[in-house]
């Protein structure tokens, strides 16, 4: 019978994904509590827990403590820079060690708590993905003439960076230029948007270059208070857009997958504007099991 230990650690990190429902990395605190499992299992489980590791303010090995995982020559799939003391310090040790970090996410940060400008261009060139949700000081140095390897920003209104800084990231990674981007899709068959408005649907929809099957858009946080007449005539004329003419479904819901932003009359009329035009007008949840549609999926 096959133990613990001699699991692979495919299967470990598959084990590690269903057990973390919260969608935020394993804690440093984890990584020591492998060992209460199997002795053996405590190095394996290491290897693949710290590439999600997040230092949490209450972790013993923010403050020195007790030794700290060792990252020198590692890739890290996952690094949070959370609204704790502790934020500023976790980039300066990722620094030092002259990680490579394939996603960041700074989270409810304020200005005091973080100063990207100790972040070397090396770190910001290796990163696929930036989640910008809280403020900092300071930006990395980006060469004018330099490329990186940038896919996805996902940015948050009420915490926007510099427009200087933001001016740099796409000149460096162009594919992060949403319009420029689905204009190069030319078999684009699904699209997703957040905090969208339909303005920006349709300015977006300009783009595209194939007609859409899909369409999953998440209204921007002012729709939190519910939608007026004027403002449902908008979102309902996005489906006279020509990129939708073969559209099948269409979901909407809340800033934050919370609200509910087409209330009573205002629901009906958009349902009954997609069904006239053959479009299943959806929410977030998923038709047979009632879950959320992800965040972080396509369109479906």
């Given at each position: 019978m096959a133990v613990i230990q001699d699991l692979p650690p495919e299967l470990l990190r598959r084990i590690i994904e269903l057990i973390d429902r919260s969608g935020w990395p394993t804690p440093y605190r984890s990584l020591c509590r492998a060992a209460l499992v199997a002795r053996a299992w405590r190095g394996p489980s290491q290897d693949v827990l710290i590439c999600t590791v997040t230092f949490a303010g209450f972790d013993a090995a923010s403050d020195g403590r007790t030794p700290r995982p060792s990252i020198s020559s590692r890739t890290l799939d996952c690094a949070v820079l959370g609204a704790h003391r502790w934020a500023q310090k976790v980039l300066e040790l990722l620094t030092e060690a002259e990680a490579t970090v394939r996603s960041l996410r700074i989270m409810y940060t304020t200005g005091n708590d973080l100063d990207l400008g100790i972040m070397t261009f090396e770190m910001?060139?290796?990163?696929?993905?930036?989640?910008?949700?809280?403020?900092?000081?300071?930006?990395?140095?980006?060469?004018?003439?330099?490329?990186?390897?940038?896919?996805?920003?996902?940015?948050?209104?009420?915490?926007?960076?510099?427009?200087?800084?933001?001016?740099?990231?796409?000149?460096?990674?162009?594919?992060?230029?949403?319009?420029?981007?689905?204009?190069?899709?030319?078999?684009?068959?699904?699209?997703?948007?957040?905090?969208?408005?339909?303005?920006?649907?349709?300015?977006?929809?300009?783009?595209?270059?194939?007609?859409?099957?899909?369409?999953?858009?998440?209204?921007?946080?002012?729709?939190?208070?519910?939608?007026?007449?004027?403002?449902?005539?908008?979102?309902?004329?996005?489906?006279?857009?020509?990129?939708?003419?073969?559209?099948?479904?269409?979901?909407?819901?809340?800033?934050?997958?919370?609200?509910?932003?087409?209330?009573?009359?205002?629901?009906?009329?958009?349902?009954?504007a997609c069904r006239a035009r053959g479009v299943e007008p959806r929410g977030n949840r998923r038709f047979f099991t009632g879950e959320s549609a992800s965040r972080y999926y396509p369109a479906e």
């Open positions: 910001l060139a290796g990163l696929h993905s930036l989640n910008i949700g809280g403020r900092f000081e300071g930006q990395p140095p980006i060469p004018s003439a330099a490329t990186i390897e940038l896919r996805t920003l996902l940015l948050r209104p009420e915490c926007l960076p510099s427009p200087a800084f933001l001016e740099s990231l796409l000149g460096a990674a162009p594919t992060i230029d949403l319009h420029g981007f689905v204009a190069s899709c030319t078999s684009l068959r699904s699209l997703k948007l957040y905090y969208a408005t339909p303005e920006s649907i349709t300015k977006t929809l300009a783009a595209v270059r194939s007609p859409l099957v899909l369409l999953a858009t998440e209204l921007g946080a002012k729709w939190i208070r519910g939608a007026d007449a004027k403002e449902i005539a908008e979102l309902v004329d996005v489906l006279k857009h020509p990129s939708l003419a073969q559209l099948k479904r269409w979901r909407i819901w809340g800033y934050g997958q919370f609200s509910n932003p087409l209330r009573n009359d205002g629901r009906t009329q958009w349902e009954e």
